[in-house]
């Protein structure tokens, strides 16, 4: 059974720092891209970042870029995404995802696999 379980979400102050983590179980991700999504109430899922098989190449939301970095760890099956900067309209739940083959994408249909994720709350 594959799983992907997030971690490392809370409350943090604007200007703030987090670190995201997902570890995945029940199957090797580490030739296959991954990424993170993000859901803020009542609104859709959106492309936070994703990142190839082997961490050449990421892709970044507009919103997040030059604050947020994705990187991974194949040895150890885990997926990262540091966060400085946060900003109120990052709060959401956070998502790890990952795809069946090795290049980035920024569609969730493009995602096999999804964790349950984490709460991250930033307050102003």
């Known amino acids: 059974q594959v799983q992907l379980i997030e971690s490392g979400g809370g409350l943090v102050q604007a200007g703030g720092s987090l670190r995201l983590s997902c570890a995945a179980s029940?199957?090797?991700?580490?030739?296959?891209?991954m990424g993170w999504f993000r859901q803020a109430p009542g609104k859709e899922r959106e492309f936070v970042a994703t990142?190839?098989?082997?961490?050449?190449?990421?892709v970044y939301a507009d919103s997040v870029k030059g604050r947020f970095t994705i990187s991974r760890d194949n040895a150890k099956n885990t997926l990262f995404l540091q966060m400085i900067a946060l900003k109120p309209e990052d709060t959401a739940v956070y998502y790890c995802a990952a795809r069946m083959g090795p290049g980035v994408a920024v569609a969730t249909k493009e995602y096999t696999y999804w964790g349950q994720g984490t709460q991250v709350t930033v307050s102003s």
């Open positions: 990142i190839n098989w082997v961490g050449s190449n990421t």
């Open positions: 029940g199957r090797t991700f580490s030739s296959d891209a």
